[in-house]
C-alpha cells in the first residue's frame, strides 16, 4: 500500500508546486518558506499538548511528528526540506526520512533550528513565511508572515484533492472502518465508553494524540450531545444505543466516520427503529447527491427536508407537511448542524465558505443554518463528510416549547426516545468527474467485511 501511494506523491508535489508558482507571483513573492510549528507548553508547565503539524507542511512533506522543519522553495528549482534533528537524550530524536518520497527534495538536517537561518537565507529575494514562526524568526529576513492574499489563494484549491491525497484517506478510511468494527464488538461485549475508546485506537494502531479528533464514543443519552468526548468509565450505565464518531489519519489526512447502532434490536422502540433505518436511506440519497457543480448548500436544505419527512413519517412531527416542517423550523429542532465539511489534511479543512480564491469574499450560508461549514459548487477532487443527524436535545426541546414550535411535536413520542439520544451517520465522499460519487468510507467497510 505505501509503495503504492509513494508513486503518486512525485505528481502530487509537482501540482503544489505548481500551485505554489501561481500563488507567488499574484502576490508579487519570490519564494516560500513553509515551517512545520513549534509544540508549546502548557500555563506555568514544562510540558504540553501534542505536536500537531502546520497543514501547508504537511501538503509539501508528509511528517507529522517533525517539529522545527521547513521546506523551501524557489519557483524553477527543487524543492529544500531542512529536517531538524536534534541531539537529545531526553527524547528520541526523530529519524531522517529515507521514503521514497524525499528524492524530491534536498534535504538537509539541522541539529538547531537557528541552523536553518544561513539555509533560508532570503537575501535580496522576496520569501513568504508560512506557519507559526517563533520571535526568533523575525530578524530571519521573511518579507511577509502569513500574508492574507497568498493562503486564500493555496486555500481555495486545497479542497480538490490530488490522486495521491486520495490514496491517502482511502487508507485513512480504510483504518478508520476496522476501528468501528472493534469498538463496535467491544461495546456489545459490555465495555465502558472508555474501554471501547481504548478497543478503536487499538484496532487502527494510533496513539490517542495521532488521532485527527477527539472521538466521541456515547451510549444512550450521551448520544444527544453532539460532541460527547466525556469517555465513561462504567459499565453499569443505561446503553440502549451507542454512537461513534471516530476517524483515523495516514500521512496527515483524515477520515471521519460516524455510526449509530442498537444494543438490542429486538428491545428498541419500533419508532426508534423506524428512523434508524429513515437515516441510513436518506444517507445515502445525500451521498449520491454529491456531484461536479451541485450547490453543497442545497444537499444541507434537502437533509432537512428528508429527515422532516422522517420524522413526519414516524409521528414524531405532527400538524405539518415534511416541507412546512423544513420550512418553519421545526427539522432544525432535531437536526441542529451542517450537513458536513471539507475534509482533508484537516478535518474541518478551509475555505469551505470561499466564493474564489481571494479571500475578500463568502458565499452565504440559507438563512437560519449559522452552523453550515461549506457553501461552495462541489468539483471533481473535492472530499466532503455528508453526516445527517437526527437528535433529541433537551435544550433545543425545551425552547421550542417556548417558542411555539412545540405544537407540532409529538411530546408523548419524543420522552420514549429520549433515552435513545439520536442517530448520526456519516460518510466520507469523493467528488468525481464522471458524476459517481466515491464513497470513501462505504468502500472501506466493505473491503474489510
Known amino acids: 500500500m505505501t509503495d503504492a501511494i509513494d508513486l503518486l506523491f512525485s505528481a502530487h508535489l509537482q501540482h503544489v508546486q505548481a500551485l505554489a508558482d501561481r500563488a507567488l507571483e499574484r502576490e508579487g513573492y519570490d519564494g516560500l518558506v513553509v515551517y512545520s510549528g513549534r509544540p508549546g507548553l502548557h500555563f506555568l508547565d514544562d510540558h504540553g499538548p501534542a505536536f500537531k503539524a502546520n497543514p501547508h507542511f504537511l501538503h509539501w512533506a508528509p ?6 522543519c521547513f521546506v523551501r522553495y524557489l519557483p524553477g528549482r527543487r524543492p529544500q526540506l531542512v529536517f531538524h534533528q536534534p541531539a537529545d537524550y ?9 521514503a521514497a518520497w524525499t528524492r524530491e527534495f534536498d534535504l538537509t538536517v539541522i541539529r538547531e533550528p537557528a541552523d536553518a537561518r544561513g539555509l533560508l537565507d532570503a537575501g535580496n529575494r522576496r520569501l513568504a513565511c508560512i506557519g507559526e514562526p517563533p520571535a526568533e524568526f523575525a530578524e530571519w529576513g521573511f518579507s511577509a508572515t502569513n500574508p492574507a492574499g497568498l493562503l486564500a489563494y493555496l486555500h481555495y484549491d486545497r479542497a480538490a484533492k490530488t490522486p495521491y491525497e486520495l490514496a491517502c484517506m482511502r487508507e485513512a478510511s480504510r483504518l478508520g472502518a476496522v476501528g468501528h468494527v472493534a469498538a463496535a464488538a467491544a461495546y456489545r461485549a459490555g465495555a465502558s465508553e472508555f474501554e471501547v475508546h481504548q478497543a478503536y485506537c487499538s484496532a487502527v494502531g494510533l496513539r490517542e494524540q495521532e488521532l485527527p479528533y477527539g472521538n466521541i464514543i456515547a451510549f444512550g443519552e450521551g448520544a444527544a450531545i453532539l460532541h460527547y468526548t466525556t469517555l465513561g468509565r462504567r459499565r453499569d450505565v443505561p446503553r440502549p444505543t451507542f454512537l461513534i464518531d471516530a476517524g483515523a489519519q495516514f500521512r496527515g489526512y483524515a477520515s471521519d466516520i460516524t455510526r449509530t447502532h442498537v444494543a438490542d434490536a429486538a428491545g428498541t422502540d419500533p419508532t426508534f427503529l423506524e428512523l434508524m433505518a429513515a437515516m441510513e436511506k436518506l444517507q445515502l440519497e445525500l451521498c449520491a447527491a454529491v456531484q461536479p457543480g451541485f450547490d453543497y448548500r442545497e444537499i444541507h436544505l434537502l437533509a432537512h427536508r428528508l429527515i422532516a419527512g422522517a420524522l ?3 409521528g414524531v412531527v405532527t400538524g405539518c407537511t415534511a416541507e412546512q416542517a423544513a420550512e418553519n423550523g421545526v427539522s432544525g429542532v432535531f437536526f441542529p448542524h451542517g450537513i458536513g465539511h471539507l475534509l482533508g489534511i484537516q478535518v474541518h479543512d478551509v475555505a469551505g465558505l470561499a466564493a474564489d480564491d481571494s479571500g475578500r469574499t463568502e458565499i452565504p450560508r440559507p438563512t437560519g443554518h449559522r452552523y453550515l461549514r461549506l457553501t461552495r459548487r462541489l468539483e471533481p477532487g473535492v472530499v466532503v463528510t455528508i453526516e445527517p443527524g437526527l437528535y433529541f436535545i433537551d435544550l433545543l426541546l425545551d425552547e421550542a ?5 412545540g ?3 409529538a411530546w408523548d413520542v419524543v420522552r420514549r426516545l429520549q433515552p435513545y439520544g439520536g442517530i448520526r451517520i456519516e460518510d466520507d465522499v469523493a467528488c468525481t468527474a464522471s458524476g459517481t460519487p466515491e464513497n470513501l468510507t462505504r468502500d472501506a467497510f466493505a473491503r474489510i467485511a
Not at 63 to 68: F, G, S, V, W
Not at 401 to 405: D, F, I, K, R
Open 401 to 405: 416549547q417556548q417558542n411555539g414550535l
Open 312 to 314: 413526519v413519517q414516524a
Open 90 to 98: 531526553w527524547h528520541k530524536p526523530p529519524t531522517v526520512p529515507t
Open 63 to 68: 511528517l507529522q511528528e517533525a517539529p522545527d
Open 407 to 409: 405544537r407540532y411535536i
